[in-house]
């Protein structure tokens, strides 16, 4: 794995150079002077970059590591939860150090440009690499990673082509046999609310009742715990995040390893709308005190040199499957994607958390 990782390193240096060198040659004229070849950091900005973040992944440290190789630019991380990061943000007002918020989930960085703590950026080279649906229409959010929220399940106990829908986990007959996190996750309220926007807040709610009926236990942990207790037979299929399986295959913790051989995965809703997906994703804080570096940070991680780290680090999809370099994603194979433009989950939101705390889920 580490040799793997320190090849991948290696690879992001050298075609995140070119690429470097290219997008800071190409484009409109810049209205500030030419920069220098390798190091380019433009003279009105000091060479630093302050992040809020509340991801804690290897590959994210690999990628600081390689823009300031190739900017010059120091990379000062503030590391928090994600709510405790955005209150500090709107605490701090212009006195707020931090450049770039960076996060997981859309609804969360909706809620950040709600509250007026991000500004808009405008970068063709971000419009160009990003979908549509995976950024905000207003330019403030980007996503530079997907995870998708798919169904496990015990391949002792169930059959492929068993389940194949969110709406399957509804059925009475999976009545005592469906794990998954509590409602006070925002992966859930993310599910919820894009449910919400897809199909309406009325049959969203009957199937949250229908999911919280058929539960084999009390909500309990995070999703790496519903994948253990999959394998401990305490339920049959399971919502989690496609990324934890992943981490869970490479893990450390041979518990962890072992639980993963037991589970197969279906992505949900082949047939209809696509699997439900999020992202990882970050805006420049409204006060940002380098503005531009914040920019070129996010499109270096929005870069096939740095797209190309996360699937082999964090199991995380990129946002072109063309820069995927995850074995077990092959093998996992191609999937379609709910098309609908994430920036909608926020006005979603108030709907599903209602829903939610109705059914006590
Ligand atoms: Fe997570």
Known sequence: MRTNLNRIARRLLAVGSALFLASSCGGKPSPKPAEPAASGTPAAEEPVLNLYTHR???SDDQLFEAFTKLTGIAIQVTSAGADQLIS????E????PADLLVTVDAGRLCRARDLGLLQPVESP???AAIPAALRDPGHFWFGFTVR????????ARVQPGQITSYADLADPKWKGRVLVRSGDSLYNQSLVAAMVANEGPEKTAAWVQGLTQNLARKPLGGDRDQVMALAQNLGD??????YYLGQMAQSKDPAERAAFAQVALVFPDQNGRGTH???SGAGVAKYAKHPDNARRFL???ASPAAQQVFPATSFEYPIDPQFDTSPLHREWGPYRADTLNLSKLGEHYPAAMAIIEASGW
């Open 56 to 58: 804690h992944y290897e």
């Open 237 to 242: 299929v399971a919502l989690v995040n496609s």
């Open 125 to 127: 080279a971000l419009d």
């Open 148 to 155: 998708a929220r798919v169904i496990a399940y015990a391949k």
């Open 93 to 96: 007002g212009p006195d707020c």
């Open 299 to 301: 499109e270096f991680l």
């Open 88 to 91: 500090r943000i709107k605490g």
């Open 277 to 279: 997906i999020n992202i």
